[in-house]
């Protein structure tokens, strides 16, 4: 072979290779911008479905404002639908006061709600004086409470706060919470009711099965008698400043479900009516 056609193989060969990176090149800039097309309608979708569901909680934070009582939505986290845009938002009210509160609930409430999630009467006292040693100052320990040497001897690198819980959340770091107890535990427990009594018209199960002289049967009579006919007045008069509620709203958006939780106090002021402590 002359060195001319060697040149002119060579020639061909480099041509041929920047032939396919270019084309190469082409196909990821192809690939790429459907990818961004995708992200970009998938974000859409999300965006859509955030505010159709943040529309559902404004909607039911301006029922709980009505003057008319028989226009507030249920407050016992019974789901009901708003129909928005052509769209329906199932939403949830929870009122506040029907949970045990972390910070208030005196010992024999927080040992009856730890005995039935499932723990014997042992163990109940147990992670009872836990919650009372991790919620007050002082170094003093109850009889089956742990302290800051408890926790260190049990191998953790922290202990007690000695004040309010911020969050329900917080009672996942006591010695003796596992996962499974705090889940069966979560949908009884709030901070923010700011009381120690729990309003039984509106309580969770979970919350109404640690309620003094109340089973399992008169657990489910009650429940049943919020949605009976002669209960469409109930707590029609009842004057909701200062109280607390979880609202939850969700739609389903392209197929894709999208839920919004905000948690909100009804303050009465007429400049400021609502306090918002979360928005997610």
Do not use: C
């Given at each position: 072979?002359t060195?001319?056609?060697?040149?002119?193989?060579?020639?061909?060969?480099s041509?041929l290779?920047?032939?396919?990176?270019?084309?190469?090149?082409?196909?990821?800039?192809m690939?790429?911008?459907?990818?961004?097309?995708?992200?970009?309608h998938?974000?859409?979708?999300?965006?859509q479905?955030?505010?159709?569901?943040?529309?559902?909680?404004?909607?039911?934070?301006?029922?709980?404002?009505?003057?008319?009582?028989?226009?507030?939505?249920?407050?016992d986290?019974?789901?009901?639908?708003?129909?928005i845009?052509?769209?329906?938002?199932?939403?949830?009210?929870?009122?506040?006061?029907?949970?045990?509160?972390?910070?208030?609930?005196?010992?024999?409430?927080?040992?009856?709600?730890?005995?039935?999630a499932?723990?014997?009467?042992?163990t109940?006292?147990?992670?009872?004086?836990?919650?009372?040693?991790?919620?007050?100052?002082?170094?003093?320990?109850?009889?089956?409470?742990?302290?800051?040497?408890?926790?260190?001897?049990?191998g953790?690198?922290?202990?007690?706060?000695?004040?309010?819980?911020?969050?329900?959340?917080?009672?996942?770091?006591?010695?003796?919470i596992?996962?499974?107890?705090?889940?069966?535990?979560?949908?009884?427990?709030?901070?923010?009711?700011?009381?120690?009594?729990?309003?039984?018209?509106?309580?969770?199960?979970?919350?109404?099965l640690?309620?003094?002289?109340?089973d399992?049967?008169?657990?489910?009579?009650?429940?049943?008698?919020?949605?009976?006919?002669?209960?469409?007045?109930?707590?029609?008069?009842?004057?909701?400043?200062?109280?607390?509620?979880?609202?939850?709203?969700?739609?389903?958006?392209?197929?894709?479900?999208?839920?919004?939780?905000?948690?909100?106090?009804?303050?009465?002021?007429?400049?400021?009516?609502?306090?918002?402590?979360?928005?997610?």
């Amino acid at each position: 072979m002359t060195a001319g056609n060697r040149q002119r193989g060579f020639a061909l060969v480099s041509a041929l290779w920047a032939a396919m990176m270019l084309a190469l090149i082409a196909a990821s800039i192809m690939i790429i911008g459907r990818s961004d097309g995708r992200i970009g309608h998938i974000r859409a979708i999300a965006a859509q479905g955030d505010a159709l569901a943040d529309a559902g909680i404004n909607t039911a934070i301006y029922r709980l404002l009505a003057l008319d009582p028989a226009g507030r939505p249920p407050r016992d986290g019974t789901p009901f639908d708003i129909d928005i845009e052509g769209q329906t938002v199932t939403v949830r009210v929870q009122d506040e006061t029907g949970k045990i509160d972390l910070n208030l609930a005196p010992a024999s409430i927080l040992q009856r709600l730890l005995t039935a999630a499932g723990l014997d009467p042992e163990t109940a006292q147990a992670e009872t004086d836990r919650i009372l040693d991790w919620r007050e100052a002082g170094d003093l320990r109850r009889l089956n409470g742990a302290k800051r040497e408890d926790y260190r001897l049990a191998g953790y690198d922290y202990g007690p706060r000695g004040g309010p819980f911020p969050t329900v959340e917080e009672l996942q770091l006591l010695i003796g919470i596992t996962p499974d107890l705090f889940g069966r535990l979560k949908p009884a427990l709030t901070v923010v009711s700011q009381t120690d009594r729990v309003d039984r018209d509106v309580a969770p199960i979970e919350a109404l099965l640690a309620l003094p002289g109340i089973d399992a049967a008169q657990t489910e009579r009650i429940v049943a008698a919020r949605h009976a006919p002669e209960a469409a007045t109930l707590g029609l008069l009842t004057d909701l400043t200062g109280r607390a509620f979880t609202i939850q709203a969700t739609v389903i958006t392209s197929g894709r479900p999208v839920s919004r939780q905000a948690v909100i106090r009804l303050s009465g002021d007429a400049t400021h009516p609502v306090w918002v402590y979360g928005w997610t």
